[in-house]
């Protein structure tokens, strides 16, 4: 009797620790998914941001913001890095590539550093100007599980999160751009650029702008009232998978309103 009690207390006991130990290799392969899905983004953005100041050596007229983000150092990673973006309260505040003409989605599956990663980069084709002088330049970024990539986006879709963040950055080498949010909303799986002609067309652009400042079509949207975008205005375009329906893709739509200098 006493020896069929301390066998069964024996497989229990066995039974707990097999358990606790796939349990702890699970946790384990989780955690290492996880950081290869989103590399090492995190550590560069500690290792290459700064804070904001200006030249108090030059005269007012002349000034130039200092900018918060290390080119020289990341061009020293990889040249392909042209912007650094961030939007207040996400997770978005990452550098943006540009992928070379040989290959438009070369960094779909590779992070900064050109080596594979299944969430990829921020990046934008070789259609796009680095300097973002295009009348509308389109960055994208994958819907990552996680939270990590362009996830964030879908912020938007909420009313209260449109209205209270009307703004975005983006870090060039020589400026700092602020962009106004203007518009949210499904779009369908059309390829911008190809679609609309690289907008070379005034009049296919200003019909875009129009669509854009009312997405009938759209069954997610939100656009900001009194929202005024013409030909003359620069646009940028932030494109993310859609949660529900993967043809689809979720833009946030911003037009330039700052463009200051900066060193």
Known sequence: MEKEKNSKSNKKLWL????????????????????NLQGDTDDLA?????????????PDAKRKAKNPIDFKKLKKINKDIVAWITIDDTNIDYPVLRTPSTDQSYY???????????????????????????????LYGHNM???????????????????????YHIYTPDSIKTYKVYSAYEFDNRHINNCFEHF???KVFKEYISYSLNPKNAILKN??????????????TLSTCTNYRPQNRYL??????EDEPAE
């Open 223 to 236: 656009v900001r009232k009194g929202s005024k975008v013409t030909i003359k205005d620069k646009l940028v």
């Open 16 to 35: 707990t620790v097999l358990i606790v130990s796939v349990l702890v290799i699970i946790g384990s392969v989780a955690y290492i998914i996880v950081t």
């Open 252 to 257: 946030v739509q911003g037009v330039l309103i």
């Open 145 to 167: 599980a996680n939270g990590s990539m362009f996830a964030d986006l879908h912020k938007f879709e909420d009313e209260n999160f449109f209205k209270k963040h009307d703004t």
């Open 200 to 202: 070379v067309d005034n």
């Open 46 to 58: 500690q290792e290459v941001k700064k804070p904001m100041m200006l030249d108090d050596n030059k």
């Open 108 to 138: 779909l599956h590779r992070d900064y550093k050109k080596q594979y990663l299944y969430a990829g980069s921020i990046y934008m084709e070789s259609y796009n100007e680095p300097d973002f002088t295009d009348k509308d330049t389109i």
